[in-house]
């Protein structure tokens, strides 16, 4: 009933908005003045000709590349224009007219890049060039040994993007999502998954069509990220709310993951602590070689440095920092991610899915008793935050030369990649937990307690634990890895440091703005990690400073990604399309359906901010105390 109640409000001023909205024809004062010059040319039968170049840094953010405008390639506003096809008047009959009013549909003379890249035939919008140096050394008509530089291609591709996809979205749901489905039921939340994934993966191609748009008005491929976007389609005032949104949703993340990783890691320094049989390493056959006695004590000594909170998060922390300070001396930071991290989870990935799945009770997912359809609601946050990946669509874009196929390709390649991990290690863990084997403590002999506990931290086999627990590390450094590359290009494209040549290597600075940036989730990380620790956790101070971070996540999820990474690229999109400014358009509609596929995005993260709200602030409890149970009595 509550929920019919919240899709009916939330529902009605969409529907209305959506038909309210009026088609305008743009005239070509609307367009960019390269655009109006070509006109004028074309009537003139005269070719126009321009040139552009880009004087802002890479968008890569720790990757030394150069975006060049290739000549060959039909390409942003600046190049590659095509004369307006002539307007021809057929009719439409009425009904199929309406229609196509309710779905929208936009004008096609709007489209400012040329029919080759219409039509795939050259698929880029522009070029991506890597520069190196090589030294030339003395001899021949060479009398000094001279420093050369050389320009190749970027050798980005689509599995490389889907991979930096993916990793970027494992982290919260690997860790979170096995406890929001605990509590709703494995069925019923397969389907809320199913929806979760198509409502992020939409929001995601609609949020590249935004970025190749301004790419192609602005006629700069570099240093239009969502921050830009954001300002651009909101206005200054809502731009600015939009850009503290996204600073907040990053920084809550990457603390929350800042947590987890050195957790993890003091989890995993007593499972490698711990013997075979539970013998403590002192009281060991001296007899034996010494070299296994000295690595356990070695190991044993580190876990025992490790036990406490403040020291696993601040180990965990200067790894990451030593680690983005290293590879950004060689432009490799996404390289590393999407080639080694990311592989290496998958890895370790199907080495902890081979080491529970025959221990796993699949029956009990199963069972009607275990099944609460009544709570998926309650679900949907943490489904939001397990593809929250658009930080990095803008780098995906750019790395793919605004290739629409490609970017396509790599946005529903990882984040199918990420339903089918998911749905997998959901089945898996909840089967060990829900099932009541003895891999599982005693703690979890029932559904409701494994429905109120962390089902991952339930579980006691050690071979079992390690995997799981050496998953999720892996999965929380690429995510924070993720978020980091994201969250570090829009903050240093907003301070405007950029650099002052035009093309060739840079000596950017970004890895010293990844430090600025990171320093707040790291000391709020480190503080709670001692203040949680068990010499603090008498009375109140354990109160105080616990932080529950699946709440945290869920709160995020509830108002946070669902207002931007659903709501605003449907708000920014319908502006691009369908506002009265007409403005050029570079691509076509990367999703069809229109206004409805935007309706369909604002019904559901209103519907879901209305309940959530609505919940967190006790009405629905309220009304169910004092009205429902009044009058069934």
Known sequence: MRSTLVVVAV???????????????HSSQSLPLSRQFSLKMSTLDKPATSTSSNSVDPDDSFDNQESLTSSSSPSLSLLGMHDEPPSSSRYIPPLLQRVLDKVGKIDESRIISSPEYLSGEEPKLFSNLVYDTIQQPAGGINVNATTVLIARPSSANVLSSSALLCGTALGSGLLFL??????????????????????????????????INRCGETGKVRNVGLLELYSEFLGQNFGKLAALGFVVVSYVMMGVYFGEGGDFIAQLSQFAAATPDGADVSTMDTTLSTAPIMASTLTATTASLLRTSFA????????I????ATASKYGAVQRVMTDFLVPSTLVAFIFA????????????LFDSSHQHPELVLNAFPLLFMSWTYHGVVPRVVYNLEADKNKITKAIVGGSTTALVMYLIWNAVVLGNVMGGTSLVDASASTASSAADADPINLLRDLPLQSSIALVSELAVITSLIGVVLGFVNEFYDAIGALPSQSYGPKDDKKWQVAMLTLTPPVICSILLGYFNDSSLRDGAAASLFSVDRYQVMEYTGAFGASTLFLILPALMIWQNRYGDDARPLTVKPMFPFGKLTLGSLYKAAGTLIVEQGLEKLGVFDFVQEHFLRNGSH
Do not use: H, K, N
């Open 321 to 324: 920092a030593i680690f983005l």
């Open 178 to 211: 096995p406890t929001a489905i605990a509590q709703a039921g494995y069925l019923p939340t397969i389907v809320a998954t199913l929806i979760a994934w198509a409502y992020m993966t939409i929001s995601a191609l609609l949020t590249a069509e935004l970025l």
């Open 312 to 319: 696993a998060r601040t180990l965990f922390a200067s790894l």
């Open 11 to 25: 529902q009605l001023p969409c529907f209305c908005y959506a038909l309210s909205v009026p088609r305008r024809q």
């Open 353 to 364: 899915i081979a080491t529970a799945f025959p221990t796993a009770d699949f029956s009990v």
